[in-house]
């Protein structure tokens, strides 16, 4: 009797297998036929991608959660995108990193992903076309803000056209087992920060902690040496055939880092927005009070405020804010033409969807 329920079941799969491989297919010719009719123009709009996503985690009945409807149908669209014209991504590698983990979050699999040595690299190779787009870390929830993105959005002429959040998960890998002989750790400098505690547990106080430019180039070291550890995450460690010594070492649970996706496009609304700007203000007392007063005026609510060296004098400071909204709904606009009145130097970075977790 269970082999005849067994078979009944395996028989709907595969009956439901075709009638969705069949479904797939009409997806992406209908896809093609847009590409066509675009005749060569952005063939990525993340403004339609976030509605899709949020439309099928919305109307999704279960038994499969949210985020694994979500995950399939970024799939899809990356293959089906992929018929027009592959995306090239750029990321701070080697390959492994977490980065690199957020491009495929964002893009799927089908784009093609390209390490970069360095973020500067990364921007660089965007910003002249060479490569489509970049992802660039630009905020930790322990260890706040990534200075050096920061930095290059203040002069570059890249736009943000979307976000990635992804939870992190440290791991403590080697290529020998256990912790016995380890001399030194090597990680990205956050990385380290944010397993600090765990370290000082569980490993001796002698052990050396070396920073490095990614954690995927600290697993790739520690596949070369014994003596020494990387923390990374699974795909390093899979990347370089690492053992896990341990698993999520991050002091802080919910350790999430924030990802920007930036290109030449400016993008439409979606429905659930977020602005980006930098701004400067004079240096003297209430000057950031009277700034931000047309973002409150206006009732738009702000998500950050982030302040940096603007290198263009001492103490002198620029300001970044993210905004919730659409630069193109009236209440945004409003508060821009306000903000502009007030300082010297108003950069809007890009209106761009909230990324769908």
Partial sequence: MSEELLKQHRDAIDAIDETILKLINERASHA??????????VIYRPEREAQVLRRVKDHNPGPLPGESVARLFREIMSECLALEKPLSVAYLGPEGTFTQLAAIKHFGHAAHTVACSSIDEAFRLVESRALDYVVAPVENSTEGAIGRTLDLMISSPLKICGEVVLRIHHHLLRGAEGTNGIRRVYAHAQALAQCHEWLNKNLPADVERVSVASNAEAARLASEDTSAAAIAGQAAAERYNLNKIAENIEDEPNNTTRFLVLGHQDVTPSGKDK???????????????????????????????????????????????????????????????????????????????????
């Fill in 32 to 41: 093609r036929e847009i590409g066509e009719i675009k005749g060569g123009g």
């Fill in 275 to 357: 602005t980006s700007i930098i701004v400067a203000a004079p240096n003297r007392p209430g000057a950031v009070h009277s700034l931000l007063a047309p973002v409150a005026d206006n009732g738009v609510s702000m998500t950050k405020f982030e302040s940096r060296p603007s290198r263009a004098g001492l103490w002198d400071y620029v300001f970044f804010i993210d905004m919730e909204g659409h630069r193109s709904e009236e209440h945004v606009a409003k508060a821009l033409e306000g903000l502009a009145e007030r300082t010297s130097f108003v950069k809007v970075l890009g209106s761009y969807p909230v990324a769908v977790i």
